[in-house]
């Protein structure tokens, strides 16, 4: 799925991203964002990897990417 173009045509419309990233070094997470250019604000990462993963472990994320919509309630 090709997210930014989806992030840029929706966002106006009140669609918002957040991403969770599951990198274990911060300088490949934010290296990421940039290199992607996810223009969203809305970033996280626990920096434990996948396998220690608390995120992983409560959404049932067992492959990457992931994608999850999730509506307002």
């Known amino acids: 799925i090709e997210i930014v ?3 840029q045509k929706f966002n106006p419309l009140g669609f918002e991203i957040f991403s969770v990233s599951m990198d274990s070094k911060k300088e490949h997470w934010v290296n990421a964002i940039k290199s992607d250019n996810l223009s969203w604000p809305n970033h996280g990462s626990e920096l434990k990897g996948f396998e220690q993963s608390k995120v992983a472990e ?3 994320v ?3 990417p992931g994608t999850f919509l999730i509506d307002e309630e």
């Open 62 to 64: 067992d492959v990457l």
């Open 5 to 7: 173009p989806l992030y």
């Open 58 to 60: 409560l959404y049932g």
